[in-house]
């Protein structure tokens, strides 16, 4: 533990048994996330420091790196925590799979009416998915109601998003210049 930075700490000590019951699916693909991309991050390293311990690659920096233990170490717990994650949101992706069964209802004149019937996912609202299978899904009615506008449009474009934060930064230079005065 002693290698890793402290948010890195936290991210592994988050895959401890006690912590991750407490992570709701949500919070658990975007810790998945972020551990795949640390433990690629190192693996990546460490080929590279191997590479040039062999003296195949050229140094990057001035010294030539002489081992990549420490670094195997770092992926190898990211590899670890990672396993945990993706264990403990398929036990809940599996307990969260929406049961539909078929309740047969009062006869009709042709015979039984079949009903089904959504069980609730205990009173959690699931999270909204915006594409599927390469393909956008359906809105729902709420979000289809949101306001159309300026807002929405920097939320959605990064340019407009930098363009928005410039403006406002030259507005608070100009407002201490002129506290100067």
Known sequence: MSLL??????????????????????????????????????????????????????????RRAEGNINTRQKAEYFALTLERFEKRLAQLERKATVKTRVVSGTRTGRGTRRTTVRVATRGRKPARRTRTAGR?????????????????????????????????????TQTRRDQRR
């Open 5 to 62: 930075t402290e948010r890195e700490a936290q991210l592994v000590l988050s895959s401890a048994p006690r912590n991750l019951t407490e992570l709701s699916p949500r919070e658990l693909r975007s810790r998945i996330q972020r551990t795949r991309r640390l433990m690629e991050k190192y693996q990546d390293q460490a080929r590279l420091q191997r590479r040039e311990a062999l003296g195949r690659k050229t140094p990057t920096r001035t």
């Open 136 to 172: 956008t899904a359906k809105v729902s009615g709420a979000a289809s109601r949101q306001k159309k506008g300026g807002a929405l449009k920097q939320q959605r474009f990064a340019s407009v998003k930098r363009q928005a934060h410039a403006s406002a930064r030259g507005r608070r």
